[in-house]
C-alpha cells in the first residue's frame, strides 16, 4: 500500500542552524501539508502546497520557515535559523485532491526535530 | 471560527471493556468533514475515518464505531471489546469545506488499555 515517507526519523541540531525536513507524498497525490506536534500537544497546521505553491499557511509559519518541490518526487520544509520552540515532530501528509473533495490526508511516520 | 474539544484527557479501561472517547466540534460552515486518527506510542498518525457532514448514518468498522450527531455537534468513537493494542494518543479533527485544506485537530484523548 503507498505511503507518505519522511526522512530523516530523528534530526539534532543546534539553535541558529537551518535544517531541512524532506518527504515522499503518494504518488498520484496533488496535494501536500506540513503539519508539527510540539510534545505532548495536539497537531498543528503549517502549511499546504498545490500546483508548485502555497496555498495556505497558519501564523506558525513564519518568516524562516519555507518549503518547495524540488523535483517530481520530494517535498521539503526548511527551517533557517532554528530556535529551541522548533522542537517539535514535523508530519507531512498528501491528498489526491484538495479543497472541495475534502479528500482524506494521509500522514508520514513525522521527523522528530531537537534543536539543543 | 472551527474548534475540536476533546474534553478526555486521559481514559484507563481493563483489556475487553467497551470505551468512548467524546469529540464536540464548532464550525460555522454547512459543508465539512470529519476525522479520527490514531497515534500508536511509536508517533505515527494512522487515518481511521472520514464523515461528511451530509452523511450522519453512524459507521461500524470491526471493533470501531462512530456516532456522528449533528443536532449536538458530536462525533464520538467506539472500541469494543478493547485490546492492549489498541493503547495510543486518539485524535478528533475537522475540516471545513470553504477554503483552504487544512485539518483542525482536537487535543487528543490518550488511551491505556490495562492487560
Known amino acids: 500500500e503507498p505511503e507518505v515517507t519522511q526522512t530523516p526519523s530523528h534530526q539534532v541540531t543546534q539553535m541558529g542552524q537551518e535544517v531541512i525536513l524532506r518527504c515522499v507524498p503518494i504518488?498520484?497525490?496533488?496535494?501536500f501539508y506540513w503539519y508539527r506536534q510540539i510534545l505532548g500537544q495536539k497537531v498543528e497546521f503549517l502549511v499546504s502546497f498545490y500546483n508548485n505553491e502555497i496555498s495556505e499557511k497558519s501564523e506558525i509559519f513564519d518568516d524562516q520557515f519555507s518549503v518547495e518541490r524540488p523535483d517530481g518526487s520530494n517535498f521539503t520544509l526548511k527551517i533557517r535559523s532554528t530556535k529551541l520552540e522548533d522542537s517539535a515532530m514535523y508530519f507531512c501528509a498528501s491528498s489526491e485532491f484538495g479543497t472541495g473533495s475534502k479528500d482524506t490526508q494521509y500522514f508520514g511516520p513525522g521527523t522528530r526535530l531537537t534543536v539543543l | 471560527a472551527q474548534k475540536v474539544t476533546q474534553a478526555q484527557t486521559e481514559i484507563s479501561v481493563v483489556e475487553k471493556e467497551d470505551v468512548t472517547l467524546d469529540c464536540v466540534y464548532e464550525?460555522?460552515?454547512?459543508?465539512?468533514?470529519l476525522f479520527w486518527y490514531k497515534q500508536p506510542p511509536s508517533g505515527e498518525l494512522v487515518f481511521l475515518i472520514r464523515?461528511?457532514?451530509?452523511?450522519?448514518q453512524n459507521e461500524i468498522s470491526g471493533r470501531y464505531s462512530w456516532n456522528f450527531q449533528k443536532s449536538t455537534s458530536s462525533f464520538n468513537f467506539t472500541i469494543t471489546a478493547s485490546q492492549v493494542v489498541d493503547s495510543a494518543v486518539y485524535f478528533c479533527?475537522?475540516?471545513?469545506?470553504?477554503?483552504?485544506?487544512?485539518?483542525?485537530f482536537g487535543k487528543g484523548t490518550r488511551l491505556h488499555i490495562l492487560p
Open positions: 479533527a475537522l475540516s471545513e469545506a470553504q477554503g483552504d485544506d487544512k485539518i483542525i
Open positions: 464550525t460555522r460552515d454547512t459543508t465539512y468533514y
Open positions: 464523515r461528511n457532514s451530509f452523511d450522519e
Open positions: 504518488s498520484n497525490h496533488l496535494y
